[in-house]
T-cell receptor
Framework: AQSVAQPEDQVNVAEGNPLTVKCTYS??????LFWYVQYPNRGLQFLLK??????LVKGSYGFEAEFNKSQTSFHLKKPSALVSDSALYFC?????????????FGAGTTVTVRA | GAVVSQHPSRVICKSGTSVKIECRSL??????MFWYRQFPKQSLMLMAT?????????EQGVEKDKFLINHASLTLSTLTVTSAHPEDSSFYIC?????????????FGPGTRLTVT
């Protein structure tokens, strides 16, 4: 079984401040981890993924995420948020040992960046 | 990068009619596609896994006779909502599996907003 928890429904930050969106996961084996962003009435856009190797993953639009195995976390971060980063963010996990390629998504976190 | 399109982006239909939604991988071949349903401000709910040349695998609680999925080619999967009712109104999103090995990603289409009146 695999699951993802995003403990915060909403995150509000001022433009220029650091942004963090939290994610913890649960899998039977080792995880593949993903972050996606969704703008209103649009599909999901891929931001970044952790497969193996370096725990710090850099992705699109200046986002990065850190894989922490001991804490089973994969928090998304951006050093300086922009108003245009306001969107719905989803963390997702897939068990490496699973052959069905299904992703389990968190409930999503709405990020609002105020000018 | 991998691009997935959906058509139509928005459709309104009358109760009792059927609606077909297309999902295409534009610049890659996708042996596996996924269909999701999303309610307002909620996460994605996986409906089914669509495999090219074989029957779709439906998630528990999803009516296979109501949501017909056909993956006839490596670039096209279709979802047909049969005898649609207002409760079928939702945002439907498809995705396609893409990757070289191991960490396959899912690339998502832009979604289709279905409204049943």
């Amino acid at each position: 079984a695999q699951s993802v928890a995003q403990p915060e429904d909403q995150v509000n930050v001022a433009e220029g401040n650091p942004l963090t969106v939290k994610c913890t996961y649960s899998v039977s084996g080792n995880p593949y981890l993903f972050w996606y962003v969704q703008y209103p009435n649009r599909g999901l856009q891929f931001l970044l993924k952790y497969i193996t190797g370096d725990n710090l993953v850099k992705g699109s639009y200046g986002f990065e995420a850190e894989f922490n195995k001991s804490q089973t976390s994969f928090h998304l971060k951006k050093p300086s948020a922009l108003v245009s980063d306001s969107a719905l963010y989803f963390c997702a996990v897939r068990d490496r040992g699973a052959s069905d390629y299904k992703l389990s998504f968190g409930a999503g976190t709405t990020v609002t960046v105020r000018a | 990068g991998a691009v997935v399109s959906q058509h139509p982006s928005r459709v309104i239909c009358k109760s009792g009619t059927s609606v077909k939604i297309e999902c295409r991988s534009l610049d890659f071949q996708a042996t596996t596609m996924f269909w999701y349903r999303q309610f307002p401000k909620q996460s994605l709910m996986l409906m089914a896994t669509s495999n090219e040349g074989s029957k779709a695998t439906y998630e528990q609680g999803v009516e296979k006779d109501k949501f017909l999925i056909n993956h006839a080619s490596l670039t096209l999967s279709t979802l047909t909502v049969t005898s649609a009712h207002p409760e079928d109104s939702s945002f439907y999103i498809c995705s396609a599996k893409w990757g070289i090995s191991g960490g396959y990603e899912q690339y998502f289409g832009p979604g289709t907003r279905l409204t049943v009146t």
